[in-house]
């Protein structure tokens, strides 16, 4: 059925009515938008394992949608996509893709490419060079061998548009796969992103020059003078944007700047109406629109908030539901079956060996050049061949120009997605850095003279929130003695698809060094509260930035406990309750607050496979308002201090280094220490307390045991040593209280639900005593958090103190398994005081 677009109407007046929805514009636009999105989102699920970036499963989506393959069946492709409705789709996507370059110009930070040396631009240059001049050599051949002489255009703008193509590196995919191989700390990461950064400047200039040669398109000759006034005015809207329009973004970025977490909404719709300006101004040159709006996004401040609460503003819109039309209509213009005969296959195996082979020798030989090792610098050249959406902007605009046939194009198309598919699997191979956690690392417990040694400890954090209570849990531990404490600071933040994460990573690699800020220096707000903690006192603090995805994160913990040698790691638990802390009136109601943050379950898998892996003793802070809610008001004189302390002790590893935790509190002058023993006296062998392994369906919900042979005697001589050593060191100024109970549970809630403690910690007890053994028959809420914690966390235990719960470093050979509720038979015997 033919169609007059200007006879198109926009909506039906319903099925009721005989009309079709697929016969009007808007309903068929929601059609097309929720197929795309649909196909390129279950794509990116088959391809997560792989792990691959989400740019392959819209290529690949695009493709399969369009003549390549279910464009085959004519039906089809005259229903949802009608040739009258591609304008239509194309406009729609074009916008998203204007706000998309503007966000990839965001998050280009011009001022780390000056940082980032001569010698990552040198291996920029060379990445740049070979593959172009590759690509030159190639255009010969594919415009003699699949144009005819009526097809064939000029061969300056064809030359460039081959050359651009081979040799452009797609920086937002490039940061992506770096953070997912684990590479982004490493010398080879840092490398790729400044290089990277250098070469989507040099992309950029090379497409304006493409499209000023390309001119109006259609196959005319365009006059070199046309081209000339072309090329002269995108560089005048250039540096008018950068030298005029920057300092009043600059003023508008200041001006929006968030107040009480709200961003102007009138800055914020004079930002994206410059982008549409801009936009339309490189139109209007003859350039090309996203070229505008790429420049413009250059302009945005990057060290500040604004720029980030704009971002959080469009970015899920954009990149989620609009980009994908744009990779869609690219598939759509996309026909493998034009790539015909040995001949058209020869070219395809051409241009992927031209590029892949001109990217990564030229990066390889200027690497080795400056003195790289050659695997790091094979790795180098893999990663700096990643493709991505500018490559395909380059191209469409290449079709749109008649500068490329559709031959040429769907050759393209399938050797970018060919050499960014092959990037990921290509480095795993060849470079992976060793990162080991095995390495035993020095535990509270184990400290000769622990007043005489540096004490280091790493902190970990989600956000803002977690300031306030961690500085005063810190301040607590620290003492007036010649101990030194020196405290790592790091800021865990999750990378995902959104271009924010890659704002994240720019931000990380301050002076050049990714991660691990230089001298202190720290522009994050998150960590400004301990920076000022630390100039307040005698701690070091040294800020750390971890940008990872969260089923990876752990290892960057645990890898960076391992590099600086700590001896206990801080975490702060999934849930956070807001309570009034403050000092001399403790509400009665406090526990009954809502949770009012819960981070998600990701995050909670983080610290599950921390305390599994760590290589030192690691304690999590259930935070019920601990400390000052302002977390800059940080002091020494006592006043941001936990001032009441109470340690529960039933015995065992655990327990004896959470003792050994209130040991160092009790030095601060401002610390009141209570520890409460819980006595099990010697019972028959037929109270022998069994337990099985739980099944594993469902373990998660169990408490766990380590799996060694301890002999009771020994740790039960082991608790009463370090019991005797501790109250002959403290008897002055710590109160030690025993108590044999009936019912654990009620024993440990009156004391959790009492006003006697700010704090109170505890042991996981993964190696248990027969009485606390028998709650393994209870259901478990966070089992992490060993049994007595689990009470403790509980949100419906009306328990007000914040919970510190500490564990020891596991031995070497030494495993956790889950176990379930009391049995006959088992593996799993405690009898007594005696421990699994």
Known sequence: MAFNITAVKTSSDGAWQGDNPLNFAFPLLIVQTALIVAVSRSLGLLFKPLRQPKVIAEIVGGILLGPSALGRNTAYMHRIFPTWSMPILESVASIGLLFFLFLVGLELDLSSIRRSGKRAFGIAAAGITLPFLAGVGVAFVIRN????????????????????????????????????????????????????????????????????????????????????????????????????????????????????????????????SGVMVSGFATDLIGIHSIFGAFVFGLTI??????????????????????????????GLKTDVAKIRGAESWGMLGLVVVSACAGKIVGTFAAAVMVKVPAREALALGCLMNTKGLVELIVLNIGKEKKVLNDETFAILVLMALFTTFITTPTVMAIYKPARGTNHKLKDLSSSEDSTKEELRILVCLHGRANVSSLISLIESIQTTKILRLKLFVMHLMELTERTSSIIMVQRARKDGLPFVHRHGECHSSVVGGFQAYRQLGRVAVRPITAVSSLHTMHEDICHMAETKRVTMIILPFHKRWNVDHGRGHHHQDRGDANVSENVGHGWRLVNQRVLKNAPCSVAVLVDRGLGSLDPQISSLDGSNVVER????????????????????????????????????????????????????????????????????????????????????KWKETVEYKEKEPNNIIQEILSIGQS???DLIVVGRGRVPSAKVATLAERQAEHPELGRIGDVLASSINHIIPSILVVQQHNKPQVEEIAVSKIVKESSLTINGDANV
């Open 145 to 272: 061998t699949l144009y005819t002489a009526a097809d064939r255009t000029g061969y300056a703008e064809f030359l460039v548009f081959i050359g651009v193509a081979l040799s452009i590196t797609a920086f937002p995919v490039l940061a992506r796969i770096l953070a997912e191989l684990k590479l982004l700390t490493t010398w080879v990461g840092e490398t790729a992103m400044a290089a990277a950064a250098f070469n989507d400047v040099a992309a950029w200039i090379m497409l304006a020059l493409a499209v000023a040669l390309a001119g109006s398109g259609g196959g005319g000759k365009t006059s070199p003078l046309v081209s000339l006034w072309v090329l002269l005015s995108g560089v005048v809207f250039v540096v008018f944007t950068l030298v005029v329009i920057r300092p009043g973004m600059k003023w508008v970025a200041k001006r929006g700047s968030p107040e009480n977490d709200v961003v102007r909404e009138s800055y914020v719709c004079l930002t994206l």
């Open 301 to 330: 401040p990057k060290d500040g908030e604004f720029g980030h609460r704009l971002i959080e503003r469009i970015e899920d819109f954009v990149s989620g539901l609009l980009l994908p039309l744009y990779f869609a209509t690219s």
């Open 645 to 728: 302390v109470g340690v529960i002790f039933f015995g065992g590893p655990d327990d004896r280094e959470a003792l050994e935790l209130g040991g160092r509190m009790a030095e601060h002058q401002a610390v009141k220490v209570t520890v409460v023993r819980f006595f099990v006296r010697e019972t028959l062998r037929s109270n022998a307390v069994t337990l099985r392994p739980a099944s594993s369906k469902g373990k998660e919900k169990y408490y766990t045991c380590l799996t060694t042979n301890v002999d009771p005697k020994k740790e039960k001589e082991l608790d009463e040593g370090v019991l005797k050593d501790f109250k002959s």
């Open 755 to 757: 006003q006697d403690f």
